[in-house]
């Protein structure tokens, strides 16, 4: 089966640095994405992992374990422009083509307050 | 702006109608793909077209359907409309939609309220 675990919510604090976990399941797995939307937007895009370790990319970092199913997105020197949702989301092959879908998880609502 | 425009930004409707929402891809995408993101919900894969023909199909209701057409615009139809249908609808693009490091941008979305 296909399942991608986030938490629900969580809060932080301006100029703080925050962790947003995500586990996932898949049938074969092909890259994971990290998105942020806020509330009523579109997702934009924030980072890709394909291979293990950490990307990092300005205040934001994705980092990957395939072996144990694990990202992580750090964002540093947090700004209240800065809470959003942020979603998981794993790119899971399937068919014969090798044509690939986005498996998105729930999301994780992050309020940062002063 | 991800380059991705989709018409119209809200629409309000009744129950049992019809609607179409639609989708340009950014310039050069090839692939189109429809998501449905219910109150509270994440985003749910719907459908995915590449270059005019239908990929990838998601948990898309058999009254709902889409197409993409020679210009690689998409249409997704929601038909015999339900309270429950209402939602946000986006849709995503990418320059081919199976190379590794394809990745998909989404549009701003259209807000489906049926009454």
């Known amino acids: 089966g296909q399942n991608i675990d986030q938490p629900t919510e969580m809060t932080a604090t301006e100029g703080a640095i925050v962790q947003i976990n995500c586990t996932y399941q898949?049938?074969?797995?092909?890259?994971l994405f990290w998105y942020q939307q806020h509330a009523g937007e579109a997702p934009t895009f924030l980072s890709y992992?394909?291979?293990?370790g950490l990307e990092e990319k300005g205040r934001f970092s994705s980092f990957l374990s395939r072996s144990k199913g694990y990202s992580y997105l750090l964002l540093k020197e947090l700004q209240m422009k800065d809470s959003a949702s942020y979603l998981c989301a794993v790119r899971d092959l399937f068919g014969s083509g090798g044509y690939n879908k986005l498996i998105f998880g729930a999301g994780t609502r992050l309020a940062v307050h002063p | 702006d991800s380059g991705v425009t989709q018409t119209p930004k809200h629409l309000i409707t009744a129950t049992g109608q019809r609607v179409t929402l639609r989708c340009s891809p950014r310039s050069g995408d090839l692939s189109v793909y429809w998501y449905q993101q219910s109150l509270d919900q994440g985003l749910q894969f719907l459908i995915q077209?590449?270059?005019?023909?239908?990929?990838a199909k998601g948990n898309i209701l058999e009254r709902f359907s889409a197409q993409q057409f020679p210009d690689l615009h998409s249409e997704l139809n929601l038909s015999s409309l339900e309270l429950g249908d209402s939602a946000l609808y986006f849709c995503?693009?990418?320059?081919?939609?199976?190379?590794?490091?394809?990745?998909?941008?989404f549009g701003p979305g259209t807000r489906l309220t049926v009454l």
């Open positions: 077209y590449y270059n005019g023909e239908e990929r």
């Open positions: 992992n394909v291979l293990d």
């Open positions: 898949t049938s074969g797995f092909n890259g």
């Open positions: 995503a693009s990418s320059p081919k939609g199976e190379a590794v490091a394809d990745t998909q941008y």
